[in-house]
């Protein structure tokens, strides 16, 4: 069956007021920059309170719908079939051609739903509905109506042409990339982060994101894979502008100068500064990390309250009370899972503790980092001035 549109159904922006049609443009603009790869040409149009994808000659129908299925603010993907508008008893042959076609297995139930957009069609809703249905019945007894949980929902509106539809292919929901600012991603090589990213992306917030490089203590390929992990991201959210910093001279700083128990609370301030540095620069209004509550030490309550302690804006943890199997059940949905657990490691786990303090208290982290008073400053600057850029997309 060839579908020339897709109707788009999203869920919160219906609720938007006044405001819904700023909502609606910036999905617009997502699906089309979604779908800008895709084989074929698409046209992006809004129409009665509707978004509609019309897809012009030949199409690659699967990658369309996969990459529809990656643009936050959808909550269902129809695939509609479009015909002329036609009398009366034209129009019941083409339905019952759609459902011979769409539905080989005839043992099933349905229920017609029309809607009478073009008021000059001269048959009205319940007309149409009645109809249609006693069309499909008589073409195919086995059929049969149930008009409370139906098996078929089966769609027909009649517009300056009829969209026919049955189908409603999921979206991930949320809010359209971009209606809620952006914020600055921690983005380790790990599993956390790239699933924390995806779930405050999901809230219209745009992404960029910093990643701590520790050469020659970890290597090109843990860089590469951090970049891999950026690109996947990106087919969600857009472009996402990646700050590659070295962060090998302030970790060797602290480890030469810090009691080692504290090596990672110390380690994750400066990260938590230097990412904060970069979201200042690029007007973002958020940190995001993938911390949750005891999953190591330097996510105890105590913990997060002395690393928190550095930011003026706001730390979002999406992930703060999933256990480890939720976060890896969300990676694996979006495809970060496989790169995240490859064996390259990143600086955290290369400068780690063997009994690192779970309770820190904040006065006693301060002095310790007096130690470092006389190099961080010239550190700091270095990191942050020495920054590569790389945009994933």
């Known amino acids: 069956m060839t579908f020339q549109t897709f109707l788009i159904k999203y869920g919160e922006i219906g609720i938007k007021g006044k405001n819904r049609y700023m909502f609606e ?3 617009v603009r997502q699906i089309r920059h979604s779908l800008r790869d895709v084989e074929g040409s698409f046209h992006v149009h809004k129409c009665q309170g509707r978004i509609y994808v019309d897809c012009e000659g030949y199409y690659d129908y699967d990658e369309a719908v996969e990459s529809l299925k990656r643009v936050f603010g959808i909550v269902g993907i129809c695939p509609v079939v479009r015909i002329e508008v036609k009398e009366y008893e034209e129009l019941k042959k083409d339905v019952v051609a759609y ?6 297995d005839k043992n099933i139930t349905f229920k017609v739903e029309s809607r009478r957009a073009k008021k000059t069609y001269p048959v009205n809703s319940m007309e149409i509905n009645c109809g249609l249905g006693e069309a ?16 078929v929902l089966l769609n027909v509106e009649i517009r300056e042409e009829v969209y026919i539809y049955s189908q409603i292919i999921p979206g991930p929901g949320g ?12 983005l380790s090589g790990g599993i956390d982060s790239p699933v924390a990213g995806y779930m405050v992306a999901k809230r219209g917030v745009g992404l960029e994101a910093t ?28 472009p996402i502008r990646l700050n590659v910093v070295n962060f090998t001279d302030i970790q060797l700083a602290i480890y030469d100068k ?20 970069f979201a200042d620069q690029s007007g973002c209004l958020g940190l995001i990390t993938g911390e949750s509550i005891g999953q190591v030490a330097s996510q105890t309550m105590q ?12 730390v979002f943890r999406p992930l703060i009370g999933f256990d480890k199997q939720e976060i890896v059940d969300i990676s694996e949905k979006i495809d970060t899972y496989e790169t995240s657990i490859q064996p390259f490691e990143d600086c955290c786990t290369i400068f780690v503790a063997k009994h690192p303090v779970t309770k820190p208290k904040l006065d006693v982290i301060k002095r310790s980092e007096q130690r470092l008073s006389e190099d961080i400053d010239r550190l700091f600057e270095e990191a942050v001035n020495s920054v590569e850029v790389i945009i994933a997309e």
Do not use: W
Request: proline letters at 8%; a negative charge; charged letters at 25%.
């Open 99 to 104: 459902m011979d076609e769409a539905y080989p």
């Open 25 to 27: 443009d910036a999905l």
């Open 211 to 238: 990643y701590f490089h520790a050469p020659p203590y970890t290597s090109e390929r843990a860089k590469q894979k951090v970049v891999d992990l950026a690109k996947k991201l990106a087919k969600y959210t857009g």
């Open 258 to 277: 810090c009691p080692h128990d504290e090596l990672t609370i110390i380690m994750r301030r400066y990260m938590m500064k230097i990412a904060e540095y």
């Open 303 to 314: 913990s997060l309250l002395v690393t928190n302690e550095v930011c003026h804006l706001p």
């Open 175 to 186: 809010m359209p990339i971009g209606t809620n600012g952006k914020a600055m991603l921690l």
């Open 136 to 151: 499909i019945l008589d073409a195919f007894p086995e059929i049969r109506v149930d008009v409370h949980n139906p098996d």
